[in-house]
Nanobody, 122 residues
């Protein structure tokens, strides 16, 4: 199995950029499709972005399309989420996850990190 650890969260102002990283250990992420999800206070966890094993396809939630970019470096066993033009509504805990299926649904992801807080002030 794979262990995931997110980093890079923090407090930023609206319009700023931030890059999250997800470092994997225990097994190569090349076996998995990878995703980012987020959960805001009082809300359910929601899909943000996903990337196929070999990076030949990505998908995004409509709310982040054009602003966020997911990428991966299988040689470094790391997945990234580049977030630009951040908005206060992007404030949430961001989770990295690994799945055997290329999916937008959290139920399809078997492995999860602990999350990293992103706070965007207006």
């Amino acid at each position: 199995q794979v262990q995931l650890a997110e980093s890079g969260g923090g407090l930023v102002q609206a319009g700023d950029s931030l890059t999250l990283s997800c470092a994997a250990s225990g097994r190569s992420i090349s076996f998995y499709h990878m995703g980012w999800f987020r959960q805001a206070p009082g809300k359910e966890r929601e899909f943000v972005a996903a990337i196929r094993r070999n990076s030949d396809s990505t998908r995004y939630a409509d709310s982040v399309k054009g602003r966020f970019t997911i990428s991966r470096d299988n040689t470094k066993n790391t997945v990234y989420l580049q977030m630009n033009s951040l908005k206060p509504e992007d404030t949430a805990v961001y989770y990295c996850a690994a799945a055997l299926y290329y999916s937008d649904y959290d139920r399809d992801y078997a492995y999860w990190g602990q999350g990293t807080q992103v706070t965007v002030s207006s």
